[in-house]
């Protein structure tokens, strides 16, 4: 659960002395308050998690109950820490009284939807929640696209949570999931509204499908825990999910929308948008569907892969990309070490060469199963840890060459049942890999393969497979394979050697 609590360590509330009534700010574009209980405790909201505050001299510091205390350093309006990301942690601000009633009020302008989206999200920062849940709705009755509606939706809905009401949160997330049937974070946001109204057999049906979409999403895997607890035991569905270590960076993610000045594009032959490159602030972004009244659908190659600090430090932490994309470039997102999170729609039909390489925070994914070509290397050097294949590469019958080469996989893969061909260094030098079963259908297992798998130890082959065509060093330096299962692959027609 500390994953849960990255969000928690956030700005005081009025003035440095005083009482603090609640904690709120902004941590990876997503607010979390913190309120006194009836006892005088702060208390956050997911789980059974308490704490409180104290001052010495120029330090302000949080504690929660169960681990270490925040240190956050006073600077004015201002606190900050060491090692959260450069996050800094404003005040919240007393919401100034309305003007007498005689006084003269200028008539309201209206916005653009990322003024309406931005401005919203600032006042939920500073505790306005009439504020951000009005800006909110208009940014809901501006748009006619279906994902951004969807993502106004589930982030009011937050709102109307932090208020305590909860049958509002749960219409707009419903709403939400009707527009974006595939987002794991509405129904597991959707479960913990339902648990906290009693309904628990609703909330154990919402976290079942938020760890189908997402095994690795923290807050269905709370959840989950907090349901067994409560008696309440998962459905065969998601008890046979494949579960991962849990990433932090899957947590209750929102994505402001990034302004289309951001992006600089080009016409493609078909008459749509290619973005080219991205010159925004990184963080979490929400690509826009249109740029320039241009419907987006590609993304061209290497357009964000300068965000790394090897070549400009700039932090893009995570990425929802447009309903109406259809193509990610090869190298789309090479390098961008920093990017935890990525949202492809089901309308992306092609995910092109080294798409994610060198991405070092990753660690899961999903791929639609709208995908239907995928090219080499895409998660190479990646420190993805699970993977799901998506219905695409299993009808090309083929896992593409260098596609997991020197990635974080770990643990057991199951090849699925339909693949044919692994591919040249597919899971070359992935180093945490321990067991590999292969489908009835496998023919052919290419150069280097799984060399350099030095803890994978067994490799688990269907009776009903008669022989398989192996290439060069297929399991080279797999130092660790059982007796059992090198017999095994020389009686399918490996001739190769360990060592």
């Given amino acids: 659960m500390v994953s849960l609590l990255v969000f928690v360590f956030l700005a005081c509330s009025e003035g440095v002395e005083g009482t603090y009534d609640r904690v709120s700010g902004n941590n990876y574009a997503r607010s979390v308050v913190l309120r006194k209980d009836k006892t005088g405790t702060l208390v956050y909201p997911f789980g059974s998690y308490s704490g409180n505050y104290r001052i010495e001299g120029k330090k302000f510091i949080l504690t929660i109950e169960g681990f270490p205390d925040t240190y956050f350093t006073i600077n004015g309006d201002t606190l900050t820490t060491d090692g959260w990301d450069a996050s800094t942690y404003k005040k919240a ?10 006084s003269t009020t200028p008539a309201p302008v209206a916005l653009s939807l990322d003024e309406y989206y931005h401005r919203a999200g600032e006042s939920y920062s500073k505790g306005d929640y009439d504020s951000a849940i009005a800006d909110y709705t208009e940014a809901i009755q501006l748009t006619s696209n279906n994902n951004d509606k969807a993502v106004f939706y589930n982030n009011r809905s937050s709102v109307y949570i932090d208020k305590g009401d909860y049958d509002r949160a749960l219409s707009d997330l419903s709403e939400s999931i009707r527009l974006r049937s595939d987002d794991a974070f509405s129904y597991g946001l959707r479960a913990f509204v339902y648990m906290q109204k009693g309904n628990i057999t609703q909330a154990r049906t919402d976290t079942d499908r938020a760890l189908q979409i997402d095994p690795n999403f923290d807050l269905a895997i709370y959840l989950d825990e907090e349901l067994k607890q409560r008696g309440s035991q998962p459905s065969v569905s998601a008890a046979t999910q494949p579960t ?42 929400a690509v826009p569907s249109m ?72 660690e899961s994914i999903s791929i639609p199963d709208s995908v239907t070509v995928f090219g080499e290397g895409i998660f190479s050097t990646s420190v993805i840890k699970s993977f799901t294949f998506p219905a695409g590469i299993i009808a090309s019958k ?17 090849i699925p049942e339909g693949i044919e061909t692994i591919g040249q260094s597919a899971f070359e030098t992935c180093e945490s890999l321990t067991s590999v079963t292969l489908p009835s259908t496998i023919k052919v297992i290419e150069n280097y393969a799984f060399n350099e798998c030095e803890k994978l130890t067994e490799i688990i082959i269907p009776e009903g497979v008669t022989s398989i065509r192996f290439g060069g060093n297929s399991f080279t330096e797999c130092r660790n394979l059982t007796l059992v299962t090198q017999a095994r692959l020389k009686e399918l027609g490996w001739n190769g050697q360990i060592y």
């Fill in 398 to 414: 083929k896992i593409p060459a260098n596609m997991f080469n020197n990635s974080g996989l770990s643990g057991r893969v199951v």
């Fill in 93 to 102: 601000k007393t919401t100034t009284p309305h003007a007498a009633a005689n």
């Fill in 291 to 362: 740029i320039q009244g241009v419907q987006v659908t590609q993304l061209a190659q290497e357009s964000f892969s300068k965000l790394s600090s090897m070549f400009g430090n700039i932090e893009l932490t995570g990425i929802q990309l447009p309903e109406g994309l259809k193509v990610i470039g090869e190298g789309a997102f090479a390098y961008c070490t920093y990017l935890k999170t990525v949202t492809i729609p089901g309308t992306v039909t092609e995910i092109r060469k080294n798409a994610f390489d060198w991405c070092l925070s990753l």
């Fill in 244 to 285: 991962a270590p849990a990433s932090q960076s899957s947590s209750r993610v929102s994505y402001p929308m990034a302004s289309e000045s951001d992006f600089g594009v080009s016409l493609a032959s078909d008459g749509t948008a290619i973005i080219t490159t991205y010159n925004g602030k990184g963080g979490n972004i």
